[in-house]
């Protein structure tokens, strides 16, 4: 190994330097204002937890993309966190006793063995909303519209379009086809890659009724505008009640939304099943045209607090926030003076020097004045003219 190679990062871990590490702060500063503005506390996590609680209740997605280590204190396992909802919902049933809604807001770095898609890092920086203790359309459009003005206050939202789905659908499909384990695990792949000649042959293999057979090809053929839901509603007129409740819950949604939003562009997705394991009703996605995966996502999980001995309702989002800085138009436009400051030791200097810094402005000393600090982008110098320091600009 070279010793170039040898301080190379790992793949998939990118750092943040000047001056897109500012970029990235002030981002940061910015949502946690605007989470603050609608009355969500902020939260810290810790890095690394016991693993049994960072994992429980949310399907071996989450625990493939979680680091695992060792205590060297007690010998047991713990786990980096891959996601922050799971600590917030640990939270909510732990430490906090209320009984009415709570609203959380973070933003932290998370660690994933493996990038979420080609254009991921593998320690994004997680910033997010979740919502606990009410289970409705009201909470879930209040969240949504947070999606929204986060993605409106970082300017990611030319083109904006929201992708909707609801598990309950799949759900109560799969519980009219009572298939079997292997043979559910077989459809929900296939579904997932929307492979209709696929999931044609195992249906037709499948033993499943006409009736049933008629459903499970239809799911994945069920995306498109808000005339979906209509359509579903007629192919599902049949079958058991969860699957039109499910419908009218996305109904009523769709109804706000489009009503605080008129235009955002919105997509019914009725085979969209991602983080089915651990959502447990509608699931969302935002998107534009400059990125080829969802710039947010979220949904309703209602049970994540269960394990914890606490279970309430519960609706959230998150977002890389390294990847809005990357896709924002914001212009930050600082009205900052950068000022250089001589090499002296001189007390009218450094009072000088300490109101500049007071003010809020950015005094840089030169340590060395035959260097050229070329990563400064000056606009004023202080200099000393009739034994009085003042500002010079350049």
Sequence with gaps: MSLAERWLLPDGVKEVLPPRAQKVE??????????????????????????????????????????????????????????????????????LNNQGPVRFCYCSTVLHTLPANPLASRNPLQVGAELFGHSGVASDVEIISLMVETLNAMQVNQDLSLDLGHVGIYRGLMGEAALSADQEAEYFELLQRKDLPEIARFLASSGLSDSVKAHLTILPTLHGGREVLQKA??????????????????????????????????????????????????????????????????????????????????????????????????????ARKVVRVPAVDDSAALDAVAKLRAQGERVVPMLDETVVEDAQQFTHQLVQQDGTWVLESL
């Excluded at 959502?279 to 534009?288: D, E």
Aim: charged share 25%; net charge negative; aromatic share 10%.
């Design 26 to 95: 002030a981002a940061r500063r910015r949502l946690l204002d605007l989470y603050d503005t609608w009355g969500y506390e902020l939260v810290m996590t810790p890095l690394i937890e016991h693993l049994d609680s960072l994992l429980v209740g949310v399907g071996r997605d989450l625990e493939l993309n979680t680091f695992k280590v060792t205590d060297q204190l007690t010998g047991r396992m713990l786990g980096i966190r891959a996601d922050i909802t799971q600590q917030v919902a640990r939270i909510d049933a732990n430490h």
């Design 233 to 334: 509603r007629v192919c599902f007129a049949d079958v058991e009640t969860s699957i039109i409740e499910a419908l009218d819950y996305l109904d009523a949604l769709a109804e706000q939304i489009s009503r605080r939003y008129p235009q955002l562009d919105l997509y019914f997705d009725l085979s969209e099943l991602r983080g089915y394991n651990y959502h447990t009703g509608v699931v969302f996605a935002a998107y534009v045209p400059a990125f080829g995966q969802a710039v947010a996502k979220g949904g309703r999980y209602d049970e994540v607090g269960r394990d914890f001995g606490r279970a309430r309702p519960a609706t959230g989002f998150s977002a890389d926030l390294k990847t809005l800085v990357e896709l924002s138009s914001v212009q930050e436009q600082s």
